[in-house]
């Protein structure tokens, strides 16, 4: 289920500026230079050129004979024929800059967004649809491109015309200007009432669509379980369910947009009548001239233009903004593992682990780990084992920092671990989980991930240790196959070798195996442990395991357990394999269990 901290509707305009204007700055000289030259290719286009046509059917109407007239008209077409070669000019450098700024600032958006969702923890992921990720991502980058353009050639241009028209109407009456400001002043009400008023319909078809990209990145991802268990029917009505709520978001927010077109298109028209009304009356009178009356129709028509476009691109802007207002809610929210302000300089160095009453929940009022403590030498082999729900896998959490416990202390070589990096941290762990994932690269590239400056002879020797080069050499391409999304195109065990190779190729102080043999078949795990005892020497390592023949060899195996026999300190009992069987404690239990059932 989608993890959601602010809500969307509390990110306003100003917090989504913000992070566009981080990026904006890098680039800000061409970004502002399309703004100037736009602007000035406007002016010349839709305000000047009306002007000189004015002049032209002035000259003509007002001259008896054509031959004093030429010399002017000749004038008036070289004008003319400038400001068009001007404009076509000053247009194509601002598609340029245009260009330049929008390609690079998209470019470091999308940086932007990987890097700042990856800051945060792990249980941040696992608690969110990555398929929603993705389409937040990909709208908070595509916003910015759609609300530059709304701003470059809608807001910016109109503004210049409409500023543009209302001075040179008003210097030629003033009964014109105030007409024009007054029916202006109308439009933009209402305008801005439909704007408000549309706004949480566009947020609704936003959060709508993401849940829908959700849907289809989650089913695909289980597709092999849709098919198994023959659930097509059942999963195809709960999408059926979510694309209805899409349907109904998106005709609300469109039906009130197509009646804020019809009132738009109602006042245009209103405006339209009444000023060239307003027009002719003052011709009749000898207020304005001929040619006053065309450039009126001139100005009516390029207003019309704009302005019935800017109704729709407001609407497009607040789209935009709800768009942007998804991702820009989890940049808003605070990041739940952070690194020091001032880091110490990572001391890892012989892998001393020690956990110094520590407590930690992912329900702080449920803790799975209370007041425990918990040591491993340098160099010493631990195995961890117990039910589930004991904190097996919560340990090797804490200790690479994918959370923080609410109270203790987690050292490392007696440095906490707080006090540094995360990737110092991490770069001193080799860490193998239950159930790898692999990069949709060749299988080289995901074995060296560890160490990419490795050599071709390092990573054969690891996948050998792995036993994995057995299986590689069998592919066509060899190390250069590709593994597909996830390493689907391997087998569990596959995807386990290939794994263990790449924390064998690290070679890290400390070695951390999460059921790291669990995907094996019996034969493939002896292999693996005899590789596994070479990677061991000399560094310290953390096992856990269920099946308990993974940790019969280690030098210390820990139980964890939920009894009162354990107390606060989650341990039941500690020992090597042979003391805790004389013991005849939980260990014991465990084993004979399972040696019963293999027995069977």
């Given at each position: 289920m989608?993890k959601?901290?602010?809500?969307?509707k509390?990110v306003g305009?100003?917090?989504?500026?913000?992070?566009?204007?981080?990026?904006?700055?890098?680039?800000?000289?061409?970004f502002y230079?399309v703004?100037?030259v736009?602007?000035?290719?406007?002016?010349?286009?839709?305000?000047?050129t009306?002007?000189?046509?004015?002049?032209?059917?002035?000259?003509?109407?007002?001259t008896?004979?054509?031959?004093p007239?030429?010399?002017?008209?000749?004038s008036?077409?070289?004008?003319?024929?400038?400001?068009?070669v001007?404009?076509n000019i000053?247009y194509?450098?601002?598609?340029y800059l245009?260009?330049?700024s929008?390609?690079n600032?998209?470019?470091?958006?999308?940086?932007?967004s990987?890097?700042?969702?990856?800051?945060?923890?792990?249980?941040?992921?696992?608690?969110?649809f990555t398929?929603g990720?993705?389409?937040?991502?990909?709208?908070?980058?595509?916003?910015f491109?759609?609300?530059?353009?709304?701003?470059?050639?809608?807001?910016?241009?109109s503004?210049?015309?409409l500023?543009?028209?209302?001075i040179?109407?008003f210097?030629?009456?003033a009964g014109?200007?105030?007409y024009?400001?007054?029916?202006?002043?109308v439009?933009?009400?209402?305008?801005?009432?439909?704007v408000?008023?549309?706004n949480?319909?566009?947020?609704?078809?936003?959060?709508?669509?993401?849940?829908?990209?959700?849907?289809?990145?989650d089913?695909?991802?289980?597709?092999?379980?849709?098919k198994?268990?023959a659930?097509?029917g059942?999963?195809f009505s709960?999408?059926q369910?979510v694309?209805?709520?899409?349907?109904?978001?998106?005709?609300?927010?469109w039906?009130l947009?197509?009646?804020?077109?019809?009132i738009?298109?109602?006042l245009?028209g209103?405006?339209?009548?009444?000023?060239?009304?307003?027009?002719?009356?003052?011709w009749?009178?000898?207020?304005?001239?001929g040619?006053?009356?065309v450039?009126?129709q001139?100005?009516?028509?390029?207003?019309?233009?704009?302005?019935?476009?800017?109704?729709?691109t407001?609407?497009?802007?607040a789209?935009?903004?709800?768009?942007?207002a998804?991702?820009?809610e989890?940049?808003?929210?605070?990041?739940?593992?952070?690194d020091?302000?001032?880091p110490?300089?990572?001391r890892?160095?012989?892998g001393?682990?020690?956990?110094?009453?520590?407590?930690?929940?992912?329900?702080?009022?449920?803790p799975?780990?209370?007041?425990?403590?918990?040591?491993?030498r340098?160099?010493?082999?631990?195995?961890l084992?117990?039910?589930?729900?004991?904190?097996?896998?919560t340990?090797?959490k804490?200790?690479l920092?994918?959370?923080?416990?609410?109270?203790?202390?987690?050292?490392?070589?007696?440095?906490?671990?707080?006090?540094?990096?995360?990737?110092?941290?991490?770069r001193?762990?080799a860490?193998?989980?239950?159930d790898?994932v692999?990069f949709?690269?060749?299988?080289?590239?995901?074995?060296a991930?560890g160490?990419?400056?490795?050599?071709e002879e390092?990573?054969?020797?690891?996948?050998?240790?792995?036993?994995?080069?057995?299986?590689?050499?069998g592919?066509?391409?060899?190390?250069d196959?590709?593994?597909?999304?996830?390493?689907?195109?391997?087998?569990?065990?596959?995807r386990?070798?290939?794994?263990?190779?790449?924390?064998?190729?690290?070679n890290?102080?400390?070695?951390?195996?999460?059921?790291a043999?669990?995907?094996?078949?019996?034969i493939?795990?002896?292999?693996?442990?005899e590789g596994?005892e070479?990677?061991?020497?000399e560094?310290?390592v953390?096992?856990i395991?269920?099946?308990?023949?993974?940790?019969?060899?280690?030098d210390?195996i820990?139980?964890?357990?939920?009894?009162a026999q354990?107390g606060?300190?989650?341990i039941?009992?500690?020992g090597t394999?042979?003391?805790?069987?004389?013991k005849g404690?939980?260990?014991?239990?465990?084993?004979?269990?399972?040696?019963?059932?293999?027995?069977?």
């Amino acid at each position: 289920m989608e993890k959601s901290g602010k809500s969307v509707k509390s990110v306003g305009f100003k917090i989504i500026f913000k992070y566009y204007w981080m990026q904006i700055q890098k680039y800000k000289w061409s970004f502002y230079g399309v703004f100037i030259v736009y602007g000035i290719a406007t002016v010349l286009v839709q305000i000047f050129t009306p002007l000189v046509y004015r002049n032209i059917i002035d000259a003509v109407s007002q001259t008896v004979t054509r031959s004093p007239a030429e010399e002017a008209l000749l004038s008036l077409l070289f004008i003319l024929a400038s400001l068009t070669v001007l404009y076509n000019i000053f247009y194509r450098v601002g598609e340029y800059l245009a260009s330049y700024s929008r390609a690079n600032i998209t470019k470091a958006l999308t940086d932007f967004s990987l890097q700042h969702l990856e800051r945060h923890s792990y249980g941040f992921f696992a608690n969110t649809f990555t398929g929603g990720l993705v389409a937040k991502t990909g709208r908070f980058v595509r916003a910015f491109e759609r609300m530059v353009g709304i701003l470059a050639y809608d807001f910016w241009s109109s503004t210049i015309v409409l500023l543009g028209v209302f001075i040179v109407l008003f210097r030629t009456n003033a009964g014109l200007g105030l007409y024009f400001f007054l029916w202006l002043l109308v439009y933009f009400l209402i305008t801005v009432i439909f704007v408000k008023k549309k706004n949480p319909y566009n947020l609704a078809e936003a959060e709508a669509d993401s849940k829908v990209t959700a849907r289809v990145a989650d089913f695909f991802t289980n597709i092999l379980n849709v098919k198994m268990f023959a659930s097509k029917g059942q999963e195809f009505s709960s999408f059926q369910a979510v694309t209805q709520e899409r349907f109904t978001a998106q005709i609300r927010s469109w039906n009130l947009g197509n009646f804020q077109n019809a009132i738009q298109a109602l006042l245009i028209g209103v405006f339209e009548i009444g000023g060239m009304y307003l027009a002719i009356k003052l011709w009749l009178v000898g207020e304005i001239t001929g040619g006053t009356v065309v450039l009126i129709q001139l100005y009516t028509n390029a207003i019309f233009a704009h302005l019935w476009n800017l109704g729709r691109t407001v609407q497009d802007f607040a789209h935009c903004l709800s768009d942007a207002a998804e991702m820009v809610e989890i940049f808003e929210q605070p990041v739940e593992v952070l690194d020091p302000a001032s880091p110490e300089a990572c001391r890892i160095r012989k892998g001393v682990v020690n956990f110094q009453s520590v407590t930690f929940g992912y329900d702080p009022a449920n803790p799975v780990l209370k007041d425990f403590s918990f040591a491993v030498r340098a160099g010493e082999r631990v195995g961890l084992v117990g039910s589930s729900g004991a904190g097996k896998t919560t340990i090797t959490k804490l200790l690479l920092r994918f959370a923080d416990p609410q109270s203790g202390v987690i050292g490392i070589d007696g440095q906490n671990i707080m006090h540094i990096t995360q990737d110092d941290l991490r770069r001193n762990i080799a860490y193998v989980p239950q159930d790898p994932v692999l990069f949709h690269r060749s299988l080289r590239e995901n074995i060296a991930y560890g160490k990419p400056e490795a050599s071709e002879e390092e990573i054969i020797s690891a996948a050998k240790k792995a036993h994995a080069h057995e299986f590689i050499s069998g592919f066509p391409q060899g190390y250069d196959t590709l593994v597909g999304e996830r390493g689907v195109k391997l087998s569990g065990g596959e995807r386990q070798r290939v794994a263990i190779a790449r924390a064998i190729l690290k070679n890290a102080p400390i070695l951390v195996l999460d059921e790291a043999t669990s995907s094996l078949d019996t034969i493939s795990e002896r292999y693996i442990q005899e590789g596994l005892e070479e990677l061991m020497k000399e560094k310290t390592v953390i096992v856990i395991a269920h099946r308990l023949s993974t940790v019969r060899k280690m030098d210390r195996i820990v139980v964890l357990g939920l009894s009162a026999q354990a107390g606060e300190s989650g341990i039941e009992e500690e020992g090597t394999h042979d003391e805790l069987l004389e013991k005849g404690g939980t260990y014991a239990a465990f084993w004979n269990h399972q040696t019963d059932g293999l027995l069977a």
